[in-house]
C-alpha cells in the first residue's frame, strides 16, 4: 500500500526515535597515536539532555574521545553518529554544518583578546553563515548581535558585553566561551576540563552553568573532568576511562565519592 506524503515508514520513525534518544553514539573506537592505543573499542551512547561526566587520569584517552566525536581527531577504526548522521563519512561541507550544531567549550577558551565580549560570541556563529571572520564583527546583521547579546544575558555576563576580553577574569571568560557556544544554537555540547584553570569559586559558577543549559534547555552535555565532587553533583551519569576503555558506567546516584576514590585507586 502506497504512503500517504505525510505518513513515515517504521524505519524511518525507528530512525527519528533512535536520534531523539541517543543524539550521540560511538561504536568500537580505536585511536592510536605511535605504539600507545589511546581509545581501545570504546562504544557509548548517550541519552538526549543527559549530562555526562568522564572521569579518567591523564592520558586515559578523555580528550581524544572528545575530539574524535566532532572530527576534530580521525579515529583509526569505529563509528561516530551525531544527530544521525555518520560523522566520518562526512563531506568538508556537511562536517561544518554538522559541527555548527555542537557547541566546544574547552580548558583553553581561545578567546580574541583585543575584541570585547559581545564580538567573541558572535564568531560563535560563522559556521551558520557564509561570513569572513575576519570582517564578520563589522558586518553581522542586527539580528545576530541580539542573539550575541542574549547569550551573554544566559551566563550573567551582559554587563560586560563591551569589555575586551584581556581585562575579563579566567571564570568570565570561560562564560564568553559558553556565550559562544550558545550562538550556534547546539544540542549537544562538548566540554574538555572546562574549569581545570580557573579557582574553585569560578569553576564552581561554570559547572553550575553548564548543568542549567542542560537541564533546563535539553543540551545534551558530555564533560571531561579531574573533580570527582563535580561528577557526582552536575552529572547524571559518571563514565570512567582506563587506558582508553570503558571500566565505569553509572548513573551518578548510584555513586558515592568513596566509590569514585576506589575508582582512582586512591
Known amino acids: 500500500?502506497?504512503?500517504?506524503?505525510?505518513?513515515?515508514?517504521?524505519?524511518?520513525?525507528?530512525?527519528?526515535?533512535?536520534?531523539?534518544?541517543?543524539?550521540?553514539?560511538?561504536f568500537e573506537l580505536e585511536k592510536r597515536f605511535g605504539d600507545q592505543r589511546v581509545l581501545q573499542g570504546l562504544t557509548l551512547s548517550l541519552k538526549a539532555g543527559e549530562a555526562t561526566a568522564l572521569l579518567?587520569?591523564?592520558?586515559?584517552?578523555?580528550?581524544?574521545?572528545?575530539?574524535t566525536i566532532p572530527k576534530l581527531?580521525?579515529?583509526?577504526?569505529?563509528?561516530?553518529?551525531v544527530l544521525g548522521k555518520d560523522v566520518l563519512s562526512l563531506k568538508s561541507r556537511d562536517l561544518k554544518n554538522l559541527r555548527s550544531q555542537i557547541g566546544f567549550v574547552f580548558q583553553k577558551h581561545n578567546l580574541v583578546p583585543r575584541l570585547n565580549a559581545l564580538t567573541n560570541t558572535l564568531h560563535g556563529a560563522l559556521g551558520r553563515t557564509s561570513f569572513g571572520r575576519a570582517w564578520f564583527h563589522s558586518i553581522a546583521p542586527k539580528e545576530l548581535r541580539e542573539q550575541a547579546y542574549s547569550c551573554l544575558e544566559r551566563v550573567d555576563l551582559a554587563a560586560h558585553a563591551a569589555k575586551q576580553t584581556r581585562h575579563l577574569s579566567g571564570g568570565q571568560s570561560q562564560r564568553v566561551a559558553i556565550a559562544r557556544a550558545l550562538m550556534q544554537q547546539p544540542k549537544i555540547m562538548l566540554a574538555d576540563e572546562p574549569v581545570a584553570s580557573l579557582d574553585p569559586e569560578a569553576g564552581e559558577h561554570i559547572m553550575q552553568l553548564l548543568r542549567s543549559l542542560s537541564e533546563h534547555e535539553g543540551i545534551t552535555l558530555l564533560f571531561s573532568t579531574h573533580h570527582l565532587e563535580h561528577a557526582l553533583q552536575y552529572a547524571d551519569r559518571i563514565v570512567g576511562l582506563v587506558k582508553g576503555k570503558i571500566v565505569l558506567d553509572k548513573p551518578s546516584a548510584e555513586l558515592d565519592i568513596q566509590s569514585l576514590r576506589e575508582f582512582y585507586g586512591e
Open 73 to 81: 581527531i580521525s579515529p583509526d577504526a569505529g563509528s561516530v553518529s
Open 1 to 26: 500500500m502506497a504512503l500517504k506524503q505525510n505518513e513515515l515508514t517504521e524505519y524511518e520513525q525507528s530512525t527519528m526515535s533512535s536520534v531523539a534518544d541517543s543524539p550521540l553514539q560511538v
Open 56 to 67: 579518567g587520569s591523564n592520558g586515559s584517552g578523555k580528550s581524544t574521545l572528545l575530539r
